[in-house]
């Protein structure tokens, strides 16, 4: 009579911590900083909820190692890994179409007392899909 349907299914990575080379100083570039990322990647297809089949899901081990070869490349702008990060998810990752994700830089130098600074990003898939924006052809 009543049928139970999940709206939605999301995988969570949280609080990775990464030590990473960002920033527009030469400085952190050279030092490094440590940073938190956040992930929740949005999976309609629910089937791994009833079957118990990796293979229904996305491996959570393969997003950590696609987030860590991200945070490995150099960027001046987090907002820059942030984009990268989950646009290669989306063309990585078919089952997922929807990814959030923050990245903080504990003890930014900023000359602030905080936990950090940092960005957050949500990027649909027809996001990619229609995104043919590439920095020397669109005028920011």
């Not at 899901?57 to 990268?84: D, F, Q």
Request: aromatic letters at 8%; charged letters at 20%.
């Amino acid at each position: 009579m009543y049928q139970l349907r999940t709206l939605t299914m999301r995988i969570v990575l949280q609080n990775l911590r990464i030590y990473a080379y960002h920033g527009d100083m030469p400085q952190e570039q050279t030092v490094g900083h440590w940073y938190i990322v956040n992930l929740r990647l949005n999976i309609p297809d629910q089937r791994a909820t009833y079957t118990d089949q990796l293979t229904h899901t996305v491996n959570y081990a393969h997003l950590y190692e696609l987030v860590c070869n991200e945070m490995s490349i150099r960027s001046r702008l987090i907002e820059h890994v942030c984009g990268r990060t989950a646009r290669h998810i989306l063309r990585k990752f078919p089952a997922i179409d929807h990814v959030y994700i923050s990245i903080m830089k504990t003890n930014p130098p900023i000359g602030a007392q905080c936990d950090g600074c940092g960005v957050e990003l949500e990027m649909d898939r027809n996001a990619i899909d229609n995104s043919q924006c590439v920095p020397d052809s669109c005028n920011f």
